[in-house]
T-cell receptor, first 118, second 108 residues
Framework: KAGVTQTPRYLIKTRGQQVTLSCSPI?????VSWYQQTPGQGLQFLFE???????NKGNFPGRFSGRQFSNSRSEMNVSTLELGDSALYLC?????????????????FGPGTRLTVT | AQRVTQPEKLLSVFKGAPVELKCNYS??????LFWYVQYSRQRLQLLLR??SRESIKGFTADLNKGETSFHLKKPFAQEEDSAMYYC??????????FGKGTKLSVKP
């Protein structure tokens, strides 16, 4: 089974621009979560999508948004980029969200997209 | 507050020595805890979770609710164990809350 894929793998943008990152979950997985990883803050939860709906959201400004398509693929968008948005953005997929119906579903992570804002 | 603390940024041991990576959490209710590992140039992957009570690659972790800890242990470290280790807590909304990570370096 193919793993979670993320495109592009590397991206360089200028402050003020916007960027869109893409995530394709493992086949059959319907939940997609996004995390930001930086040396200072570590791994921080951005948001989770399930059945094309945002299920919950972390503590990030409105410049960070996302969506999920009917095939479970997800995109995240960052508008008006700031230098501090430079990070590794990780996507993770699971069959169902978190703990559903008493079953805990494992999250499988993609390789990440390295975003550099100059 | 829901929080995970890994007090050590770096842990360096010799091959064959015991290893303990510390993890403390803050959570109201019954926590669900995980250890994730990231080897060099590889993606983040689940190592073990407390509900399965299994041993993976010789690692074990016991949930201690009294001390709010979930330390990761291995009796004899191997060079291939060198990696970044993250402790994570499933938050009340289902998302994972990660600690800052501990870099384990096993010297020959």
């Amino acid at each position: 089974k193919a793993g979670v894929t993320q495109t592009p793998r590397y991206l360089i943008k200028t402050r003020g621009q916007q960027v869109t990152l893409s995530c394709s979950p493992i086949s059959g997985h319907r939940s997609v979560s996004w995390y930001q990883q930086t040396p200072g803050q570590g791994l921080q939860f951005l948001f989770e999508y399930f059945s094309e709906t945002q299920r919950n959201k972390g503590n990030f400004p409105g410049r960070f948004s996302g969506r999920q398509f009917s095939n479970s693929r997800s995109e995240m968008n960052v508008s008006t980029l700031e230098l501090g948005d430079s990070a590794l953005y990780l996507c993770a997929s699971s069959f169902l969200p978190g703990t559903s119906g008493g079953t805990s579903y494992e999250q499988y992570f993609g390789p990440g997209t390295r975003l550099t804002v100059t | 507050a829901q929080r995970v603390t890994q007090p050590e940024k770096l842990l360096s041991v010799f091959k064959g020595a015991p290893v303990e990576l510390k993890c403390n959490y803050s959570y109201s209710g019954s926590p669900e805890l995980f250890w994730y590992v990231q080897y060099s140039r590889q993606r983040l992957q689940l190592l073990l979770r407390h509900i399965s009570r299994e041993s993976i690659k010789g690692f074990t972790a016991d949930l201690n609710k009294g001390e709010t800890s979930f330390h990761l242990k291995k009796p004899f470290a191997q060079e291939e164990d060198s990696a970044m280790y993250y402790c994570a807590l499933r938050g009340s909304q289902g998302n994972l809350i990660f600690g800052k990570g501990t870099k384990l370096s096993v010297k020959p």
